[in-house]
Every structure is written in structure tokens, then in C-alpha cells.
């Protein structure tokens, strides 16, 4: 189907990573914690280590009080276990899957309270770069900021929202309103910038790069902004939409977009790297 056509058989013609061998119709399967080798306990904790060195200062606080509580620092966390932790904060549920899956599937499960997180993990040659999202960025990058009730609640909203917006051809914009925000997110604290973004929060170079360095832009959340603009998926960004605290994306992304979607199918989209006159890019 179009899933296999565009996704499962990637355009250079190579398969998509992960076994699909056993899914049920949601794509879930078990994430058979026992087949994991002691290497790869042990190269997860390598993954581990080395981020949570940089956690400090830089995660926004829910990252860090969630990780905490997760307590998935000594190997490939058992789904079912932490499941439950998340089920009793927010009312989420992991589910496994095998790697990426449909649009349609993600979203569904996204509007029904349950984020899909891959069993395999990548191989040691990869500890800095993966294409795909493997067990160690989907875990460790999203699942601690799903105890956030407001975030949480964001989620379910933008699944909800997606599977509209498949029907109105806006699915391009609401990808990069995900890009921007649950994967390369940024927000304001009163110690200063943080990292709410998974895509950044699971990655050893771009944690520091984003608040540091000062040559990609940092620009105020803007819904119609973020829409518009495109992203890279190779590089760091060049650039960064910081949010106020979690209630402001919550209450952004709440309208109806349908208006939104015609709006902006009018205009032109924004190369990775704009920065249009009368914005600011904030300091650091
Ligand atoms: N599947 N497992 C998985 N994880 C994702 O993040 C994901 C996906 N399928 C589709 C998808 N993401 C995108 O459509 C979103 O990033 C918008
Ligand atoms: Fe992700």
C-alpha cells in the first residue's frame, strides 16, 4: 500500500529497518525484551551515560524529573514496566512497534493516548548518527516528556488533529509543526533556555550546538510560522521555535487549522534557514 510504497521501500529502493513479520493491525508487536544481547544492554548504556552527562542545564525539568523516575539507566527498559509508570502520571500507554510505521497508524495511536516505540536499537558504529528512529531516541527522547499532563495532553490533540488534517491535505504542515516542536523543540525557563525536543534530547552533538552555537536562529513559537517552514533532516537545524511553557503549545495547536490550512496552501513555504524581516532572533 502507499505505507510500503513510500516508507517500507524507501526511495533508493532499501527496506525499511525493523522485522514487520508479526504486527497486528495497529503494527504493535511484543517487544520480547529477552531477545536484547548483553551488548546491546551495554551499548544502551554507553547511549545512556553519555547523555545524561548532558542533561543538566540544558533539558527542560520535566526531561529530567520524569528520567528519574524512569529509572532505565542500566539497559533496554521493559516497555510493560515503564507503561505503567506513565499510565499512573498521565494515562498513556507504550506500545511497541518495529520501526516506523503509516502516518495513519502513528496518528491513531497518538489520539488514543499510546506512543509507538521501536524494539530494535541501533549498532555500535551508529552511536552518534541513525536515520531511523531506534528504541534509544524514541524512548529516551520522548517518552519522559510524556509525563508532563499539559505536553501529554498536547499529544493526543496534535494525533487527533493529524488525522484531520490528512483528509484537508494539510499533513505537510502538521509534520513540520511536529518537527519544530515535539522533536526540535526549545522553551523558555527562568534559568534559561531548555530543550523540550526528543530529536535533540536523544542526540550526544545537537543538545549543545542548539543552545550554544550561535549560527542557527531561535525564533519565538509562532503556529503559521512553523508550518510554513521547511526543515532538514541531515544536519542540525538552522533553526529553532522557542515555546513560553508547554500550556502556550497546547493552546496554539488547539484551534481548528482548517482555515489555517487554506491560508497557507496560498503562500509560499520558508527555506530552513529565513528569517523574515521584523523577527528577532534571540540572543545566547
Ligand atoms: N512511526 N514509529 C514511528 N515513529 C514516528 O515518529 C513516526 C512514525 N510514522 C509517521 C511519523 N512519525 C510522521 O508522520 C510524524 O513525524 C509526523
Ligand atoms: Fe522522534
Known amino acids: 500500500d502507499d505505507f510500503f510504497a513510500t516508507v517500507a521501500e524507501k526511495s533508493d529502493g532499501a527496506k525499511l529497518r525493523g522485522d514487520y513479520s508479526k504486527i497486528d493491525a495497529q503494527y504493535v508487536v511484543a517487544q520480547d525484551w529477552d531477545a536484547y544481547t548483553p551488548e546491546q ?3 544502551w548504556r ?13 533539558a527542560c525539568d520535566v526531561f529530567i524529573e520524569s528520567l528519574e523516575l524512569l529509572n532505565i539507566g542500566d539497559g533496554i527498559p521493559k516497555f510493560e514496566e515503564s507503561s505503567e509508570l506513565l499510565f499512573k502520571a498521565t494515562g498513556w500507554r507504550l506500545v511497541a512497534v518495529p520501526g516506523l ?9 497518538l489520539a488514543n493516548r499510546r506512543f509507538p516505540v521501536t524494539v530494535w536499537l541501533r549498532d555500535p ?37 493529524a488525522l484531520k488534517a ?36 536523544s542526540s550526544g552533538g545537537e543538545i549543545e550546538y542548539c543552545l550554544s552555537n550561535p549560527a542557527p536562529l531561535r525564533l519565538p513559537f509562532n503556529v503559521e510560522r512553523v508550518m510554513r517552514t521547511l526543515y532538514k533532516i541531515d544536519s542540525y537545524q538552522e533553526t529553532y521555535f522557542v515555546i ?28 530552513a534557514n529565513a528569517l523574515l524581516s521584523g523577527e528577532s532572533n534571540l540572543a545566547v
Do not use: C
Request: no cysteine.
Open 125 to 161: 558504529e551508529e552511536f552518534d548518527y541513525i536515520v531511523e528512529p531506534d528504541v534509544f531516541h524514541d524512548f529516551f527522547g520522548h517518552v519522559p516528556l510524556l509525563f508532563n499532563p499539559i505536553f501529554a495532553d498536547h499529544l493526543q490533540e496534535y494525533g487527533k488533529g
Open 41 to 43: 544492554h551495554a551499548l
Open 101 to 109: 510505521v503509516p502516518d495513519h497508524t502513528f496518528f491513531e495511536h
Open 244 to 271: 513560553n511553557d508547554f500550556q502556550q503549545l497546547f493552546n496554539d495547536t488547539a484551534p481548528d487549522f482548517t482555515p489555517i490550512y487554506q491560508k497557507l496552501k496560498a503562500l509560499e513555504t520558508l527555506p
Open 166 to 201: 490528512m483528509k484537508l491535505d494539510g499533513l505537510s504542515m502538521l509534520a513540520r509543526l511536529y518537527w519544530y516542536t515535539v522533536e526540535f523543540g526549545l522553551i523558555q525557563s527562568p534559568e534559561g533556555l531548555r530543550v523540550y525536543g526528543a530529536g535533540i534530547l
Open 46 to 58: 554507553r547511549l545512556y551515560q553519555r547523555q545524561a552527562k548532558l542533561i543538566p542545564g540544558r
